[in-house]
């Protein structure tokens, strides 16, 4: 790995790419019915979990994948998909809530961690002086 490549970022290819794991791994257990079945914090049965949080799960196991790709080879668009998880993480939880799918309680932290953390992450990756000027470099290739 070049030298510019701000610290954080490569500890990120490592965390994205075994949250990845992670995540088809609380899919299979959850399958399996091996062990607690949690959704905001609280306790879900096995069925609403594998019918509410198991298709976001596989999606942001897919973008997480695409992150530690993206940083590990280092492409300009992987911080794009940082915000795009993020966001999807607030929409989805939006949407449920309104529909009354999930509590309210649930719905409400998913949206706040998800605002927090990707408001941390646009300041991150777009206005940090060095990790900008990192990313512009990369378009700039």
Do not use: Q
């Amino acid at each position: 790995m070049d030298r510019k490549v701000p610290l954080l970022i490569r500890v990120f290819i490592l965390f994205a790419g075994l949250a990845s794991v992670g995540m088809y791994l609380s899919i299979v257990l959850a399958v399996l019915d091996i062990g607690p079945h949690i959704m905001g914090g609280e306790r879900v049965t096995r069925e609403e979990w594998l019918h509410i949080a198991a298709p976001l799960v596989v999606v942001i196991g897919v973008l997480m994948a695409c992150i530690s790709y993206g940083f590990a080879t280092a492409k300009a668009w992987s911080r794009h998909v940082v915000i795009a998880m993020f966001g999807l993480i607030v929409v989805y939880a939006t949407i449920l809530g309104a529909l009354n799918l999930i509590h309210y309680a649930i719905m409400w932290r998913a949206i706040i961690n998800g605002t927090l953390f990707g408001g941390a992450s646009v300041w991150y990756f777009y206005f940090k002086p060095n990790v900008a000027e990192y990313f512009r470099e990369l378009e700039n290739r």
